[in-house]
């Protein structure tokens, strides 16, 4: 069975960087690709960031250029690394394939940015 587990969130000032892990359970990485998530109290969980298996990374425009996804198959290790962040960027972040298959939601990490 698949468990995914996310670290890394926490409080940060605005300008300020964080650095998200992801870690799965399993080979997903060999048959999925991985995305991560973020979701704030009363709206949907939407994917900001993806990496497919061919190593190929993908943008939503409102982190493009400040955020940074990657990958460690060996640690089935996937990153989040997030720079210039912005109080709009606070939200409690998951990791999951580019799928969203139910059972693999983990428990998030809060990320909040405020002074």
């Known amino acids: 069975q698949v468990q995914i587990v996310e670290s890394g969130g926490g409080l940060v000032q605005p300008g300020g960087s964080l650095r998200l892990s992801c870690v799965a359970s399993?080979?997903?990485?060999?048959?999925?690709?991985m995305g991560w998530y973020r979701q704030v109290p009363g709206k949907s969980r939407d994917v900001y960031a993806l990496i497919l298996r061919d190593g190929t990374t993908n943008y939503a425009d409102s982190v493009k250029g400040r955020f940074t996804i990657s990958r460690d198959s060996a640690k089935n290790t996937v990153y989040l690394q997030m720079n210039s962040l912005k109080p709009e960027d606070t939200a409690v972040y998951y990791c999951n394939t580019i799928e969203g298959i139910p059972s693999y939601w983990g428990p998030g990490t809060q990320v909040t940015v405020s002074s």
């Open positions: 399993g080979s997903i990485f060999s048959s999925h690709g």
